[in-house]
Nanobody
Framework: QVQLIESGGGLVQAGGSLRLSCAAS????????MAWFRQVPGKRREFVAA????????DYADSVKGRFTISRDYAKNTVDLQMNSLKPEDTAVYYC????????????????????WGQGTQVTVSS
């Protein structure tokens, strides 16, 4: 089992910044690929960003490229999402996700790849 706990959400004005953090514990072998997704009530969960277990490669949704940055701290076992130039359409519940020894074919941007999810943290951007 992998436990994920998100923090850092809140209310911010458009153009502002927030930093989300996801703390991982349990079966974190160091080979877990991690990602952030977000969801608005009534809509499907949407990919935001992903980072490989090595930290050498990342993916971003087109809607957040150039504004969001995903990173990981191996000493703290955390994955952060720095969100700049926030827009009202970024308002959602943000979820951290992790795979573990994944052997399937879903790409890093596909929510079906990930077996472990945090409880979510609310981000609200006011106009």
């Amino acid at each position: 089992q992998v436990q994920l706990i998100e923090s850092g959400g809140g209310l911010v004005q458009a153009g502002g910044s927030l930093r989300l953090s996801c703390a991982a514990s349990g079966r974190t072998s160091g080979t877990n690929n991690m990602a952030w997704f977000r969801q608005v009530p009534g809509k499907r969960r949407e990919f935001v960003a992903a980072i490989r277990w090595s930290g050498t490669s990342t993916d971003y949704a087109d809607s957040v490229k150039g504004r969001f940055t995903i990173s990981r701290d191996y000493a703290k076992n955390t994955v952060d999402l720095q969100m700049n130039s926030l827009k009202p359409e970024d308002t959602a519940v943000y979820y951290c996700a992790s795979d573990h020894l994944y052997r399937g074919s879903y790409y890093y941007t596909d929510f079906r790849r990930y077996d472990y999810w945090g409880q979510g943290t609310q981000v609200t951007v006011s106009s």
